[in-house]
Nanobody, 124 residues
Framework: QVQLVESGGGLVQAGGSLRLSCAAS????????MGWFRQAPGKEREFVAT????????YYADSLKGRFTISRVNAKNTVYLQMNSLKPVDTAVYYC?????????????????WGQGTQVTVSS
């Protein structure tokens, strides 16, 4: 069992930055691939980024490449999402998730554990 707790969300002006954190419980964090997803009001949950167990590989939604960076520190059981040049369309609840899959995947059904989410609001 893995419990995930996101933090770092908030209100930011367009063009600003935020760094989200996701702290995981348990001793097996390094055995899970980690991902970030987001859900805007009235829209389906969408993939943002994922990172491999070691942190050596990452994969991003095409529309977010260059603005968002995912990273992890296994010694701290934490995965991060650095978000730069934020736009109002980035407003959403951001979720982190853990997967046992040994490949990078954007498929939300491949993720076994989910956090409660953290709200990010970007004002224009």
């Amino acid at each position: 069992q893995v419990q995930l707790v996101e933090s770092g969300g908030g209100l930011v002006q367009a063009g600003g930055s935020l760094r989200l954190s996701c702290a995981a419980s348990g001793r097996t964090f390094s055995s899970y691939g980690m991902g970030w997803f987001r859900q805007a009001p009235g829209k389906e949950r969408e993939f943002v980024a994922t990172i491999s167990q070691s942190g050596g590989g990452a994969y991003y939604a095409d529309s977010l490449k260059g603005r968002f960076t995912i990273s992890r520190v296994n010694a701290k059981n934490t995965v991060y999402l650095q978000m730069n040049s934020l736009k109002p369309v980035d407003t959403a609840v951001y979720y982190c998730a853990a997967t046992r899959a040994t490949y990078l995947t954007s498929n939300s059904r491949a993720y076994d554990y989910w956090g409660q989410g953290t709200q990010v609001t970007v004002s224009s």
